[in-house]
């Protein structure tokens, strides 16, 4: 148990590294839409030509993988994040700034990431060094989150893309010197897209997708909003009460959650519900911190089950194209939302976008639990 809680902590620090310098400029973005000339829609477009080229790029990098090694293709994908975030950093048009994101989105390695935890890792201990990846991405999404404004102040946007290609090289010689080499084989059979249509895979990546996708657009919104619905300059008071929140229920829920599979299984469309119902009260000043808390948590917690659950299925020599599958969808959900809520912000206020996010994870959730009541009362897929 040590030894897999050891090596999802170190395979986890170069993820939450790429994640931070992603999620740090969401809630900032859109504060320098007059320094790029562009309009809710553009940004919107900038944010999500990430989530796209994620998801184009995930399954051949996962591919790679399994051809080449796990090490040598997180190499690559860190070198081209690098090279995105220096683009958009030097960059003054909406179009530089696309390009970079995009060669951003193109480092597509959280399958890699994911499956060489599953190399390294006993079968009985996957959902745990799953679990501390997910969680420790969880949790710096909304510690990136929490800490934009203050980056955004003291060395702007620019100064920010500039240190997330720091921290991105910083990561290679971490991943050389730090995680060992997988002890499993990376021989990969001939490819069949029949892997991805299992309906686990299906499901768990659905969910994926759905929620980065809100998660993404929620928080590329939601400074603004909070501004004029509180009325307060600075929103510091409210992430960070909101983040402890999220911190408490995370630490409680995720000791029971990393248990059993079948407790993670039947736990996904509640917490889907849950996120739904957080995201509708977020329009009342009243329930702000605890509503945006739990949401957080929430995010928190399926980013962490979720891949524990498919984990169950995954087979040798496969591994590194269905965890690229299931991150693809994850961000394909996040380009499809982050286009449609900028698009929509362009005709309705702020509020009727998060009414209509939350109605679909409502659906989504409900629509699961039913079916699980009507045709699949052992919750089997």
């Not at 060094?129 to 999404?141: A, E, N, P, R, T």
Request: hydrophobic fraction near 55%; proline fraction near 3%; charge should be positive.
């Amino acid at each position: 148990m040590k030894y897999a809680v050891s090596i999802g902590l170190r395979l986890g620090m170069i993820s939450v590294l790429r994640i931070f310098g992603l999620m740090v400029i969401v809630p900032i973005l859109f504060n320098h839409i007059g320094d790029y000339g562009s309009t809710y829609g553009g940004l919107g477009f900038a944010i999500g030509i990430y989530g796209l080229c994620q998801a184009l790029g995930q399954i051949p990098f996962g591919r790679l993988s399994d051809l080449i090694g796990r090490q040598e293709a997180l190499t690559l994908g860190l070198l081209i994040f690098a090279l995105g975030c220096v683009i958009a950093a030097f960059s003054h048009s909406l179009m530089g700034l696309i390009i970079g994101r995009a060669l951003q989105g193109g480092a597509a390695v959280n399958g890699v990431v994911s499956a060489y935890a599953i190399d390294l890792v006993q079968e009985k201990e996957r959902p745990v060094v799953l679990g501390v990846i997910g969680g420790m991405i969880g949790l710096m999404f909304f510690l990136a989150i929490g800490v934009a404004p203050f980056l955004d102040y003291y060395i702007g946007l620019v100064g920010v893309f500039k240190l997330t290609a720091f921290l991105s090289l910083c990561s290679i010689p971490w991943l050389w010197l730090m995680i060992p080499k997988p002890t499993q084989s990376c021989d990969a059979p001939a490819w069949d897209m029949s892997l991805f249509y299992d309906a686990q895979f299906l499901w768990c990546a659905g969910c994926a997708g759905l929620i980065h996708g809100v998660f993404t657009v929620t928080f590329s919104l939601l400074p603004s909003f909070l501004k004029q619905s509180t009325g307060q300059p600075s929103m510091d008071v409210i992430y960070g009460l909101s983040m402890l929140v999220a911190t408490c229920v995370i630490c409680v829920a995720m000791r029971k959650l990393t248990k059993a599979y079948h407790q993670q299984y039947h736990a996904v469309p509640w917490l889907l519900l849950v996120m739904g119902l957080c995201l509708l009260q977020l329009s009342q000043t009243m329930s702000i911190v605890l509503s945006l808390g739990l949401f957080i948590a929430v995010f928190g917690l399926l980013e962490a089950i979720l891949p524990s659950i498919l984990a169950y299925t995954v087979q040798s020599g496969t591994r590194g194209a269905i965890m690229g599958g299931f991150y693809a969808f994850a961000q394909l959900g996040v380009f499809i939302f982050s286009a449609f809520a900028g698009t929509m912000r362009n005709h309705v206020s702020t509020a009727t976008v998060f009414l209509i996010l939350g109605a679909v994870l409502i659906t989504w959730g409900l629509g699961r639990k039913v079916w699980c009541f009507k045709y699949d009362t052992n919750y089997n897929l």
